[in-house]
Every structure is written in structure tokens, then in C-alpha cells.
């Protein structure tokens, strides 16, 4: 399975995201207009929009990035490691900048691709999304508009776990539970980011939780190819 595929030639992705404000009051009176509206669509009828505002960071028209992690596997010394570095903070323009140069560094070189758990319909339209919004270009991986299936260079460790069935969804938690990988997180899960962020401030607690997915999802993906995974030892923030 994927033999064609060097897992070294790979940028293993995730991304952090809260509501762009702690509050539904916060928003402007178009804005919560068309939060209104679309809380109206996808909530539950007892669930009035500044209660359901809370999620609105799974939005990229109603929430923004505090965090991309991004991860390569090096071979040092005969050994197989992870360099994981994070883009964060409270600056979404910054961080989307220095992500942009990176993976623009890194998809320059012939064969490469990028990678993550539900990337095609999550992370990777949601970072597009979010550079258009704050008039960012658009590094060419990302731009997808007009390409040949065969030309986007995407890997999605859930796609290839349908194996075609494309009703199914797997959580990255399940899949690494019942695969036998050891799961990094032991702290805080997704639910918790936007409070992490709003109520302690804790940008740090998200970039460490954010790396802990690039982890699960590169043995996840190394798991699915077939290899050894990697040692934890082995995994370096940079």
C-alpha cells in the first residue's frame, strides 16, 4: 500500500481553529446576521446562535487559525525522526505567512506531497479559505482550482482508510486506538481549544496538543504504508 509514496517526501499537517470572537456579541450586526442564519441550518432547535457560537470556529467564514503544525520525517544518524514545527499565535496573518513560506520551501522539491486526518475536507480548504479572507496568495499546492485529480498533492490518512466508502468517517483517535498506536494526547482535545485560547490564553497548550496530532497522524499514515513507527524519543520540535 502506497508504495509510491516516500513517507520522508511528505508535510504531515494540523491545524487549530476558535471563533474569531470569544463571543457571539462581539460580532458586528451583518455578522451575526449570518451566523444566525447559518446556526438556524445546522443546530438543534433549542439552540439559540450565541449558545451555538462556540463551534463557530469549525467555520473558516466565522473563525480563524491559532495554530498550524506541520511535521517531516528526517533519517539522522540511520535513525528516523520527526521535526515538528508550529505556526501560532494570535497574529492569523503571521502565522498563515510563515506557514506559506515553509510549505512553499518544502513542495518546491519534485515528489512531495502533504498530508493529514480529514485534511481534504478540513484543514486544507480552511488554510485556503483563511489566506483568501486576509488577501494572502495561495502557495501553488494549494490551489487546486482546474487540476487534474492526479495533480493535487493531497494525502488523506481518512480517505485511505475508506478504502472507497465514502459515507464512512473514523476519528484519528479511534484509528490510532484500534490500529495499536500509542496515542500522544494527554491533554486537552479539540472541543477545549477555543476555551483554552479565550479563557487561559494558552496559545503554547495549543501548538503542544496541535504537534501531538502531527504525530498520531504521521504513525498513523506510516502505520497504513506498512512501516515500523516512529520512536516518540525521536520526535523534536523545532
Given at each position: ?15 487549530e ?14 455578522m ?17 446562535p ?9 467555520y ?22 520527526l ?37 481534504k ?8 479559505r ?6 494572502l ?25 475508506k ?60 502505520r ?15
Amino acid at each position: 500500500m502506497l508504495d509510491h509514496v516516500s513517507s520522508e517526501k511528505i508535510m504531515y499537517i494540523d491545524i487549530e481553529t476558535v471563533p474569531q470572537y470569544s463571543s457571539f456579541d462581539q460580532l458586528d450586526n451583518k455578522m451575526q446576521e449570518f451566523w444566525e442564519r447559518k446556526s438556524s441550518r445546522i443546530s438543534k432547535e433549542d439552540v439559540s446562535p450565541e449558545e451555538d457560537y462556540a463551534r463557530a470556529g469549525i467555520y473558516s467564514e466565522f473563525g480563524k487559525i491559532v495554530c498550524i503544525s506541520a511535521g517531516i520525517i528526517k533519517v539522522e544518524s540511520g535513525e528516523r525522526t520527526l521535526r515538528v514545527k508550529s505556526f501560532y499565535g494570535h497574529d492569523e496573518v503571521k502565522l498563515l505567512n510563515e506557514f506559506s513560506v515553509a510549505l512553499k520551501s518544502f513542495t518546491s522539491h519534485p515528489g512531495t506531497n502533504i498530508c493529514g486526518h480529514n485534511v481534504k475536507e478540513f484543514d486544507f480548504p480552511y488554510i485556503a479559505r483563511r489566506m483568501i479572507i486576509n488577501g494572502l496568495p495561495l502557495p501553488d499546492i494549494l490551489d487546486v482550482a482546474g487540476k487534474k485529480p492526479w495533480e493535487v498533492k493531497f494525502i488523506d490518512t481518512l480517505d485511505l482508510w475508506k478504502f472507497g466508502d465514502f459515507k464512512h468517517y473514523t476519528s484519528l483517535n479511534l484509528l490510532t486506538h484500534i490500529l495499536g498506536i500509542p496515542s500522544p494526547k494527554d491533554d486537552i482535545d479539540g472541543s477545549q481549544v477555543a476555551s483554552v485560547y479565550y479563557e487561559e490564553n494558552d496559545v503554547d497548550r495549543i501548538a503542544k496538543y496541535c504537534e501531538k496530532d502531527v504525530l498520531a497522524t504521521t504513525q498513523l499514515f506510516l502505520r497504513l504504508k506498512g512501516e515500523p513507527l516512529l520512536n516518540p524519543e525521536k520526535v523534536f520540535s523545532v
